[in-house]
């Protein structure tokens, strides 16, 4: 019998193109009466999105927390616009879901099973079992789990920085109402701005960490840049 084969991971370009870019042009060019209009632009620039989460649940048949957590909040956007709330409850969603990711790992640090073993200290990224052999022969198996408790904060600290940023770009980029092709042109730009802007900065804090595990095995386990990564896959 056959084992399933793992599907393949989407590729990044091609899902920033679909979830990010194609959207945002939507909401800036066809929400003109003229075109869709601003609810049918905004319905189908969040359909984009929602889709490409619906086929990669299907493909990767795996619950994903973060993911989840993003389908939630383009359901969000949806009902603000299409409820016509005021524009000051995009910010606070903006805000509230890298919150609610911050909050979460930080509590996770005082449980067994700290989030960074999740999102970076996880099978997909490093060689968990080499890494685990090598700390328990050097005996350093303690203090490389106090490191990952730093490299957690490290992790809360990114979506924190995340949260504020959201608040403060969607409040200064978002003042139309809802309904509107104004409002709908104006979280096109949201869109594209929120990934230079917050995205790109956070990646490089989470990448922050990650090197700083990196150079903690170094020290404790004496395993080198390519001991502990997986190598890239074709």
Not at 12 to 17: A, F, K, M, Q
Not at 56 to 84: D, M, P
Not at 154 to 181: K, Q
Request: hydrophobic fraction near 55%; charged fraction near 10%.
């Amino acid at each position: 019998m056959c084992a399933q084969a793992t599907a393949k991971p989407s590729s990044p370009l091609l899902e920033l193109t679909v979830t990010l870019l194609i959207p945002s042009l939507i909401l800036m060019k066809l929400s003109g009466a003229d075109h869709l209009g601003p609810v049918n632009a905004l319905l189908a620039a969040l359909t984009l999105p929602l889709g490409w989460g619906v086929r990669e649940y299907l493909r990767q048949r795996k619950f994903n927390f973060f993911a989840a957590l993003g389908f939630v909040s383009v359901l969000l956007t949806g009902g603000i616009g299409l409820l016509q709330l005021d524009p000051q409850w995009l910010a606070v969603k903006e805000a509230a879901i890298p919150a609610i990711l911050g909050l979460t790992v930080a509590i996770s640090t005082f449980t067994r099973y700290p989030l960074v073993r999740v999102v970076l200290y996880s099978p997909a990224i490093m060689q968990v079992e080499r890494i685990q052999a090598a700390l328990n022969a050097h005996g350093t198996r303690a203090a490389f789990d106090a490191k990952l408790i730093h490299a957690t904060w490290m992790l809360a600290g990114s979506f924190l920085f995340s949260a504020v940023m959201n608040y403060f770009l969607a409040s200064w980029v978002v003042t139309s109402m809802p309904g509107t092709e104004a409002f709908n042109e104006e979280l096109g730009r949201l869109t594209l701005l929120s990934y230079p802007v917050i995205a790109l900065p956070s990646m490089l804090i989470m990448m922050g960490a990650l090197f700083y595990l990196v150079r903690a095995l170094r020290q404790l386990a004496g395993l080198g840049l390519t001991d502990v990564l997986h190598p890239a896959r074709p």
